[in-house]
């Protein structure tokens, strides 16, 4: 315990001597960027000294050359020796795919759900969290695909809302959030559990839904949702197919597995329509991309409630919180545009105008100077990753990528 | 200053080296263990296992499991440790400590041995009624387990009670040595079926033969039908006398020739190479033989270019070809990862293709198009949309030049419109690769949707459809060809069900083990009046490859449907080093689109039986690319449609071609 305890010292005071000379020298900034409808992830080098940036290196990606597979989420494993990425369509399932960073070789696939997207690894359990988003198939719940990154296997698939979205963990690695992006709610995920915590309704008349432990159909949350809607009338605007709950069997096809009934249950129209959720680095709070609502939410997570509601522009999609907590970075989809917001005011600080429509994802450097904003474009125009100084709030370079750029994520920041 | 902070970088890193191995090592002194060495279950059965994490003192540590297995459709395991098995077999559990970092990450992994069911019963298949000395014929048994499945994993050991009356060998062919009786045992695990027969004096005193060629040329794939009489002494058949067929050949090229023909125990037989073939027929100790024939097929045909449409700004997907309402001919490409574009030609002298008009929309790729059988309405699918709504774009081409939006429907539709066809006012869009739905387009601007067709069976996807006399033929990847009955009429090859576009009725499939099945296509032979349903393949077993050309894989396969229960596959067209994409079949010849093997024109006449491409029966083929094209100087070919005399095509690489098929100079096909 006591050698346990000294190699910790020793490993901190390390750490600290290499990497924070770095930090102060590092100019080089790295992120990856996929471009779904060109099946190609790229390498994007921002020269911090220069502020010029460019495409470092394409990586072709997917199965097949004459469909488009569509790669939509990608992150980095917690000790950056790879990255994964979610190819969303299949026959008819995504699959994970794992590249060695550096050489971006293809490692290892595995087989997800419908439409898996965003994903994230823990720090405590060291699993992969991937949403599996569905997003042209029936109304019906979904899972988030539980993978060993080393393995490259499924260990569960963990039942959640209807379009699930977004999913980031704690800085302790202990809690995964995502959001169902038509049941308007949040899910908290217990990463070592490998079950639903909680939800809670992100509607502006929420009640509250706390210690509930599983997302199952016949749960009560589901119940007492379905009470409400009765109760308000508000069932009679589903009566079409699109509203039908059934159970998505993403993934599970399987001889012999038992499946639920697929009971059906009416579901309100959603009006908050939720795509992402991201926690605060150091305090009890997740922020949400309200994309229906046209708002970031705020959510304590001691509390279990919405605290604050900021008004951002039009279709927030994806956000991050800055490593430090002091700033918030959201895509709007719907006008091209990128909000920056103070957290302590909770107001919109800066709106940039991206270099294109359909503004996508969002990654900030570890040292929170930049933000990198895919941009999917129209049709045949490029994307682009839009790369704004947080300290001006201004974009100070483009770069055009592949058609539909999207998934993005922060690799790393080196000297020279 | 840099010097010094790359020295101390070093040592640093030198340092923290150290003190990883350290904790690695501290990692490997520990070892899951589970509470069984190894695990054994029955089919169904359910269990929970359990381990603990130990240090190099044998002390449980407080280190957290999950377990999970890579055998995932044959175990259900669950993080917790509850494990079922849902298929026989050897798998294994694998049991992880949660941790983050990976070197602190160990696991162990337990065998699991999961029983098949104990044999059920043996049964013999094909028991004669009679057994004449000296014949000798192949018996084939059934064995089914206790869950109900046919098993053909279990060593089946066969024995004669008299071997020198009848014996048999591993393969179940039992052979007559003199007349007497003899028990025949055949046993599977514990279970065993006994056959008690007799060997009877064999009749046959003598064996004609004979085919349904006699008289005519054989030419190489012609499939010839050899039928073998054995008689008694007084010329009476024995018409239960097993007879097997066998050759020898003698080809023309015996240059290291390889198999050279194919004859199945029906006594069919065809050529692939040109030379003498002996056929041998035997039933016990006589036999017979015939010598044929058989000449190069010279099917081949001059295939001439005779215009093109370079496209040089993006990718081509599929193309039609229709008359339009003023009497011109035109053509409609779709665009892939582009712009979403569809692009109108005037193609009434295909010498000169002409681009007319071009109709641009929210999409990145306009993978089909499809022209009403009245020339007036079009149909474009989306896929990329920029909302993600994707759809069908359904087009007024009643003036090609001046293309309008009819209307864009999305309604259930956002998953991406991958393949479409228009009959009888109706629009059927393959849809999210999951299902088909039908849109009744009576009045094109307000279209609506009828019906929907899906299979429920697992993990199911779908790719295209296309449909003949009321009857839908979609291809299902590993569902295979399925047909559907969506209105059929008096036409069609094979009885329907009443179904119509709001009550589609499934009539029969046929799956192949590949899974590959991308495209299917009926055709009744004009030759034979077989009808078959082709069943064709997209497959890039090779992976994708990132350096350089792709390689596609697989082929077209010939299912002949009598009925729509007992589909047959009897024959395929493989070409080697390519792959099939879309293809047509026009008065009994094969067109198909090969990727980087361009155009296929194929003989498709007469009966089909083994792999056309080795029998000589490629009429023609052509390979196009152009130096101005999206992707110069490289073919891939992408689908072909014959039309008014000429071969329409369209290439990924390069746009759209037109060809013109010459006159045989030769024998020419049947």
């Known amino acids: 315990m006591k050698n346990h305890k000294l ?31 060109e099946d190609e992830v790229h390498l994007i080098h921002l020269d911090g000294k220069t502020n010029k940036a460019k495409i470092a290196k394409t990586i072709q990606v997917g199965r ?22 979610s190819i969303a369509h299949g026959n008819p399932y995504g699959m994970l795919a794992k590249y060695k960073t550096g050489t971006d070789e293809l490692v290892a696939t595995t087989d997800l759900g419908m439409f898996p997207a965003s994903m994230e690894i823990s720090k405590s359990t060291g699993l992969l969290y991937v949403v599996n988003f569905n997003l042209h198939g029936d109304m019906v719940p979904s899972t988030v695909s539980v993978v060993d990154p080393d393995y490259m296997e499924v260990i569960t698939d963990i039942k959640t809302g209807i379009m699930p979205h977004g999913s980031r963990i704690t800085d302790d690695g202990t809690k995964q959030y995502h959001v169902s992006m038509m049941t308007d709610e949040l899910y908290e995920i217990n990463t070592a559990g490998l079950n639903v915590n909680r939800t809670l309704s992100l509607k502006k008349n929420a009640m509250k839904m706390d210690g509930m432990e599983d997302h199952s159909d016949d749960s009560k949350e589901h119940k007492e949702n379905h009470e ?54 150091t305090k009890p709070l997740v922020y949400v991309a309200g994309n229906g609502s046209d708002e970031i939410i705020e959510i304590d997570t001691e509390k279990w409630a919405v605290t604050r509601r900021f008004k951002s522009g039009k279709a927030p999609y994806n956000l991050e919180v800055s490593h430090d907590g002091k700033i918030l970075v959201a895509s709007y989809k719907g006008e091209g545009a990128t909000g920056i917001f103070d957290l302590e005011s909770g107001k919109e600080i800066a709106k940039v105008k991206n270099s294109r429509k359909v503004t996508h994802g969002v990654a900030i450097s570890s040292d929170n100077r930049y933000a990198f904003l895919s941009v999917e474009g129209i049709g045949g125009e490029p994307g682009s990753v839009d790369i704004i100084d947080l300290r001006t709030n201004e974009r100070i370079a483009v770069v055009e990528t592949g058609k539909q750029a999207g998934g993005i994520v922060f690799w790393k920041q080196v000297a020279p | 200053m840099k010097k010094i902070n790359s020295i101390t970088k070093l040592v640093g890193i030198a340092v923290l080296t150290v003190v990883l191995l350290a904790v690695n090592s501290k990692a490997q002194d520990k070892k899951i263990v589970f509470d069984t060495e190894m695990l ?118 066969l024995s004669s009670s008299n071997p020198d009356v009848a014996s048999i060998d591993a393969f179940g062919n039992l052979k007559a040595h003199k007349k007497g009786s003899f028990t025949i045992t055949a046993k599977a695990e514990n279970k065993s079926a006994t056959w008690k027969f007799k060997v009877s004096e064999n009749p046959i005193a003598s064996m004609d033969i004979s085919h349904n060629y006699d008289g005519k040329t054989i030419r190489t794939g012609d499939v010839v039908t050899f039928e073998a009489i054995a008689k008694t002494s007084k010329g009476d058949a024995v018409k239960d006398a097993p007879i097997k067929y066998t ?93 979403g574009e569809a692009i109108f030609w005037d193609v009434t002298d295909p010498s000169k293709i002409t681009p007319i008009d071009t109709v641009v929309v929210d999409a990145r790729t306009v993978n089909d198009v499809k022209v009403s059988e009245d020339g007036k309405v079009a149909v474009i699918t989306r896929e990329g949309a920029s909302d993600r709504k994707n759809g069908i774009i359904i087009l007024d081409v009643t003036n090609p030049r001046d293309v309008k939006i009819h209307s864009e429907y999305t309604q259930d539709l956002t998953g991406g419109v991958h393949n479409t066809f228009i009959y009888d006012n109706h629009v059927y869009a393959v849809n999210n690769g999951r299902k088909y739905d039908i849109i009744n387009i009576d009045d094109p601007k307000n279209p609506k949707t009828v019906g929907v067709f899906e299979l429920d069976t697992p993990s199911h996807s779908i790719h295209d459809v296309w449909i003949q006399d009321g009857i839908a033929y979609s291809s299902n990847w590993s569902d295979g060809i399925v047909a559907v009955d969506i209105g059929s009429n008096a036409s069609a090859d094979l009885p329907g069900a009443g179904g119509s576009p709001e009550n589609p009725v ?3 499939s046929y799956a192949y083990p590949s899974g590959w099945n991308h495209a299917a296509f009926p055709f009744k032979s004009e030759s034979t009046g077989d009808f078959y349903v082709l069943g064709g393949d997209e497959a890039f077993p090779y992976g994708l490859n990132t350096e350089g050309a792709n390689r596609a894989a697989g082929w077209i396969h010939f299912v002949k449907f009598d009925d729509w229960d007992s589909p047959a596959e009897v024959a395929r067209y493989q070409v080697p080093e390519a792959g099939t994409h879309n293809y047509w079949v026009e008065g009994d010849i094969l067109y198909v689109a090969m990727y980087n093997g361009g155009l296929r024109v194929v003989d498709i006449s007469g009966e089909l039986m083994g792999d056309l491409y080795d029998q000589g029966r490629e009429i023609a083929s052509f390979y196009p690319s ?33 060809l013109k098929l010459g006159e045989s100079t030769s024998q020419g096909t049947n």
Do not use: C
């Open chain 2, 40 to 157: 054994s279950l029955k089919l169904n059965e359910e269990t929970k296992i359990s381990a603990k994490v130990v240090d190099a003192d044998g002390n449980t540590t407080q280190d957290s499991l999950v377990f999970f297995t890579r055998n995932r459709r044959s175990l259900i395991v669950t993080p917790d440790g509850n494990v079922k098995a849902i298929q026989s077999g050897k798998f294994s559990i694998i049991a992880r400590t949660l941790t983050a970092n990976r070197a602190d990450r160990i696991s162990a992994t337990l065998a699991v041995d999961v029983a098949y069911p104990p044999v059920k019963s043996v049964t013999f298949l094909n028991a004669p009624e009679n057994f004449y000395n000296t014949t000798t014929i192949s018996l084939e048994t059934k064995v089914v387990d206790e869950a109900g499945v046919t098993r053909d994993n279990v060593d089946v050991k």
């Open chain 2, 626 to 658: 152009d130096s101005e094209a999206y992707i110069p100087n490289a073919t891939f070919t992408w689908g072909p449609q014959p039309y008014k005399g000429y071969i329409f095509l369209s290439d990924w690489n390069s746009g759209i071609w037109a």
């Open chain 2, 506 to 508: 499934q009539l029969g």
């Open chain 2, 247 to 339: 050759y020898i050949a003698e080809p023309d090229d015996n240059l290291g020739q390889g198999a050279s023909a194919q004859i199945a125990q029906s006594g069919k037989f065809v050529a692939s190479d040109p030379g003498l073939f002996t056929i041998v027929a035997t039933s016990g100790d006589k036999s017979t033989t015939t010598t044929i024939k058989a000449v190069p097929r010279n099917v081949q045909r001059p295939l001439t270019l005779v215009g093109k449409g370079i496209v040089s700004h993006t990718r081509t997907s599929d193309l039609w070809v229709w008359e339009g309402v003023d009497g011109r001919d035109y053509a409609l490409t779709g665009t892939w990862g582009g712009n």
């Open chain 1, 64 to 85: 097949y050359p004459t469909e488009t597979d569509g790669p939509h989420g990608i992150n980095i494993s917690l000790d950056g020796e790879y990255w994964f990425l």
């Open chain 1, 228 to 281: 409400k809607h009765m109760k308000d009338g508000t069932h009679e605007e589903h009566s079409n197919k699109e509203n039908e709950m059934k159970e998505d069997h993403s993934g599970h096809d399987m001889d012999g597995m038992k499946k639920d009934s697929g009971m059906k249950m009416m579901h309100a129209k959603p009006e908050v329509k939720p795509t992402w959720a991201d926690p605060h680095p």
């Open chain 1, 7 to 37: 190699f910790s010292i020793l490993l901190s005071a390390i750490l600290f001597f290499l990497l924070v000379p770095s930090a102060s020298f590092s100019q080089d900034y790295y992120v990856y960027v996929a471009a779904e409808s």
